[in-house]
């Protein structure tokens, strides 16, 4: 079995992951139309946000390509004005 390496992500690498993802959330049916999408910005106000943190290459392959894990943190803010507003609160 190979050895794991142990080498730390780019920045331009983390970025990349983090701009894929926040195409894919913004065009995501269940987020609210007037909450903001954000990469590694916690906006205020009601927004979604992404942000990457903590990654290495797993393996590297033949052609320069590789293999990483990478943590990734998305968030939902609002600001809900009773009860019937807040997720997971349904009354019946």
Not at 36 to 60: H, L, P, Q
């Amino acid at each position: 079995m190979p050895e794991e390496i142990k080498e730390r992500l780019s920045k331009t690498e983390y970025d990349k992951v983090g701009e894929m993802l926040l195409e894919l959330i913004a065009e995501c049916p269940y987020i609210p139309k007037d909450a903001k999408v954000k990469y590694n910005s916690k906006d205020v106000g009601k927004c979604v946000y992404i942000i990457t943190a903590g990654g290495s290459i797993k393996k590297r392959n033949v052609l320069g390509g590789f293999t990483a894990e990478l943590t990734i943190q998305v968030a939902y803010q609002s600001f809900p004005q009773g009860n019937g507003q807040i997720p997971g609160n349904g009354r019946r």
